[in-house]
């Protein structure tokens, strides 16, 4: 009961953000007016053009067509390979991720190829969700895709977090940043979102295709200095930066472009997922409190604050605590894991050394149902296997330094294999506490 409570949990919070959740609360049509947060859109013709970008693409896609089913909803839809399926009236690539491929080009050549083809009266939606920064690649002048690999992986491997990476990215694009919303022109735009970044930033979900973008050349050099990729940098990369620095610097100004917010709907969050995780913890008999929804440090401080609050945990019992966000992770090891399973293994290291006076268990996973380039969510441990660990002696440190966490859970049937979800609001990580 105690494992499949801390599954179920966690199962609630990613139900509550799937599309047809929330694309069935605020968008419906009446007539020929699309109605979304009680706003009011005349479509001309019927007709409804969209652009889903991200790992929940073709889920929202399937929401919003199935909201106006009175209208005629066509356009195209781009996912991360095992996350699409065919869609009528829609034209549909898979792309990789989180290191963006040929397809992640190809892309983009077909979002170029439709916007020009709209007509001047058409209703564009972007369907907007985590991912799309990786799935949707255009190259910089005489810059080849090798390249773009190289600095994406490089950024992943760092430490830094989404807010830092995306102001990377967009500066290596014409259509993050707001080159989207160009390409777009005077047309309709209207953007519905799924948000996966702290704080729900506008410019920094998806690198921002639809949005203004306030960053600086100059800020995306600092990032490359702060976390020593600047000088690894392929010479055509570091030639695009210094050369925007150049002419940011020429122009004696850096001119700071508003997100222009109207026609922008964060539909879904964390927060969201996280409301619903306390709420389905507190029916099942917990004393449940979300502890962050925040979280942005790294992993090592995280896992400190996780065992600090088991092991000094004086709460009525049961208890569940919950945090949300996305910590970071400095890769370094060649091994398979993502950042979930290397937080609940580090864990479970500092677990081991203290004799636990409570039964407790602890789950970490992705909300897209992918953790890293794995096909598992994350993982749990609970105190039967914290108590195998301890007595086989089994050395974990092997695992952790070389970042194999997945080849670990795996051993001990202890990854989390929900496969893709339809959505993506970061990570969840649920703690549950009882008496023994």
């Not at 441990?381 to 330094?401: G, H």
Request: proline fraction near 3%.
């Amino acid at each position: 009961m105690f494992h499949r409570d801390g599954l179920a949990i966690l199962n609630e919070g990613i139900e509550a953000v799937k599309p047809n959740v929330f694309t069935h609360e605020h968008v419906n049509v009446l007539d020929n007016t699309l109605i979304i947060c009680d706003k009011h859109y005349i479509l001309n013709h019927n007709i409804l053009k969209v652009i889903a970008l991200g790992k929940a693409a073709a889920e929202m896609v399937m929401a919003i067509k199935k909201s106006c089913d009175t209208l005629l909803v066509e356009g195209i839809c781009i996912t991360k390979y095992g996350h699409g399926f065919p869609i009528e009236g829609f034209e549909s690539v898979e792309a990789a991720h989180p290191i963006p491929d040929e397809n992640s080009v190809l892309a983009f050549q077909k979002i170029d190829k439709f916007c020009h083809k709209l007509k001047a009266d058409d209703t564009v939606m972007v369907l907007l969700s985590g991912g799309a920064s990786a799935l949707v690649m255009d190259l910089p002048f005489g810059t080849t895709l090798a390249e773009m690999q190289e600095v994406n992986d490089r950024l992943l491997k760092s430490g830094a977090d989404i807010h830092e990476i995306n102001t990377v990215r967009k500066k290596l694009s014409v259509f993050k940043g707001g080159g989207l919303k160009k390409a777009l022109g005077h047309h309709k735009l209207i953007t519905i979102v799924l948000s996966d970044v702290i704080g729900d930033d506008p410019s920094i979900i998806g690198s921002g295709p639809t949005v203004g973008d306030t960053s600086t050349f100059k800020n995306a050099y600092d990032i490359l200095i702060k976390y020593n990729i600047w000088y690894k940098l392929p010479n055509h990369t570091q030639h695009t930066i210094a050369d925007g620095m150049i002419i940011e610097s020429a122009s004696e100004k850096q001119e700071k472009v508003q997100p222009e917010l109207s026609d922008y709907y964060i539909l879904a969050n964390n927060k969201m997922a996280l409301s619903a995780a306390k709420e389905k913890a507190t029916n099942l008999g917990y004393k449940t409190d979300i502890m962050e929804m925040d979280i942005s440090c790294t992993v090592t401080d995280f896992v400190h604050s996780i065992c600090y609050h088991i092991l000094t945990c004086k709460d009525t019992l049961p208890a569940c605590l919950i945090w949300g966000g996305e910590p970071t992770l400095e890769v370094m090891g060649t091994g398979k894991g993502g950042r979930n399973q290397h937080l609940v293994l580090c864990v479970l290291a500092e677990l081991v050394k203290t004799p636990l006076k409570y039964d407790v268990m602890i789950v970490s996973a992705g909300t897209d149902g992918t953790d890293g380039p794995t096909d598992a969510a994350g993982a749990y441990i609970d105190s039967l296997l914290i108590d195998r660990v301890a007595l086989e002696n089994i050395d974990m440190q092997s695992y952790m330094y070389n970042f194999d966490a997945y080849h670990f859970f795996e051993k001990y049937g202890s990854l989390i294999k929900t496969g893709p979800t339809g959505t993506n609001v970061m990570d969840m990580v649920i703690v549950l506490v009882r008496a023994k």
